[in-house]
């Protein structure tokens, strides 16, 4: 599926992703709101499959691949890859807390290891190194503006790390070789996500409560009732609550604590997703928006980091037959169906009107 991704990075006036599952890489304009495909990566594609953007930097894109066995380095403007094997399959160098840069060095955090990876990109040096936390099987948060290594200005220089299952607010600094730990209240729990701004933090827990903590205090803002909720954002005054496999969006005006539904969704607007799927993932900044990974509709979300409002926003996608053509391209052997997307009555009308023969994509129709 061509339409799902779970994080993005921003690169200029665009944001980039590889499709989850499917591994295409992917290129969103945000002025035009068009998606194509970026060429380059084609033939790697069934070794990216549920790989993600680790950071784009200096127009370099950075993300792993086979769970962890690769580091590939996307030159955008020259359109051209290398590869750097750096063999971490088995820290699921995948799902990753947080990205770092130090001078030449890559610095990679994994969400279920108290180890870090250091990959220097002159020499290709690979080094582990442990971080000091005992976290075990606890999943480590960043906080999303960081997520994608999208360096926001307010952290400066340094990486806040949240373990959800030892309440403990880690700061991480560039050259991670300093930390500070602050364990959190018990009232906060276990915790899902969390934002930072003017000394207070905003976390999400597992109960779909969010609290504001900072300043010797801890406040509860609200509780969600449903489903849980995955991820949050703050913007202007403004908290948003994203649902994981709950089906609201809500807002939180922080100046006088109003907890709101968001209501504006378009005509068409559908989650098309499996229920098994968390409808909001991660994040990424681009420009004066921060865009929500579109894991599930057929819309993105987007919130206006100035103003602190938020909205639907259709995009442009390839054409069915751009869509089939890569697929043939890269000799798939089978295709996902999706409701308002990838149809089977889609695949059908290409193959019955010849559109597959003049992609080069007999091989389809041969076989009807």
Not at 121 to 139: A, D, H, N, W
Not at 164 to 187: A, N, Q
């Amino acid at each position: 599926m061509d339409q799902w991704f779970m994080a993005a990075a921003a690169c200029g006036d665009s944001i980039i992703w590889i499709t989850d599952p499917g591994g295409h890489f992917m290129k969103l304009d945000i002025k035009t709101n068009r998606v194509e495909y970026i060429q380059p990566l084609r033939d790697m594609a069934m070794q990216l499959y549920r790989s993600s953007v680790l950071c784009v930097k200096d127009r370099v894109a950075y993300f792993v691949a086979n769970m962890g066995k690769y580091l590939i380095r996307l030159f955008i403007d020259g359109n051209y890859f290398e590869t750097i094997q750096i063999d971490c399959e088995k820290m699921q160098l995948d799902m990753y807390a947080g990205v770092l840069f130090d001078g030449e060095d890559l610095i990679i955090l994994p969400i279920y290891s108290d180890e870090y990876v250091c990959i220097n990109l002159g020499t290709k040096r690979v080094v582990r190194k442990k971080m000091g936390l005992e976290v075990g099987k606890t999943q480590i948060r960043v906080g999303p503006r960081q997520f994608l290594a999208k360096n926001d200005q307010r952290f400066q220089n340094k990486m806040y790390l949240l373990t959800s299952g030892s309440r403990r607010l880690v700061t991480v600094y560039k050259d991670i070789r300093e930390m500070c730990e602050t364990t959190l209240p018990d009232c906060i729990g276990e915790a899902v996500d969390f934002e930072e701004y003017e000394g207070y933090f905003y976390i999400l827990n597992s109960e779909n409560e969010v609290y504001q903590y900072g300043n010797g205090s801890c406040e509860r803002l609200c509780f969600l009732e449903g489903d849980s909720y995955g991820c949050i954002h703050l913007a202007n005054g403004v908290l948003w609550i994203f649902p994981a496999y709950a089906e609201k969006i809500y807002r939180v005006f922080l100046k006088d604590r109003t907890l709101e539904e968001f209501t504006d969704y378009p005509g068409d607007y559908q989650y098309t997703a499996p229920e098994t799927m968390a409808k909001f993932f991660y994040k990424c900044q681009a420009g004066k928006k921060t865009y929500l990974a579109m894991h599930s509709g057929n819309y993105i979300f987007s919130v206006n980091d100035q103003t602190g409002e938020g909205c639907m926003e259709l995009l442009t996608w390839p054409s069915i037959e751009e869509r089939l053509g890569e697929i043939e391209y890269q000799k798939r052997d089978r295709i996902y169906e999706v409701k308002g997307s990838m149809e089977l009555k889609d695949y059908l009308d290409c193959i019955i009107n010849g559109a597959m023969e003049t992609m080069g994509g007999k091989r389809y129709a041969d076989k009807k």
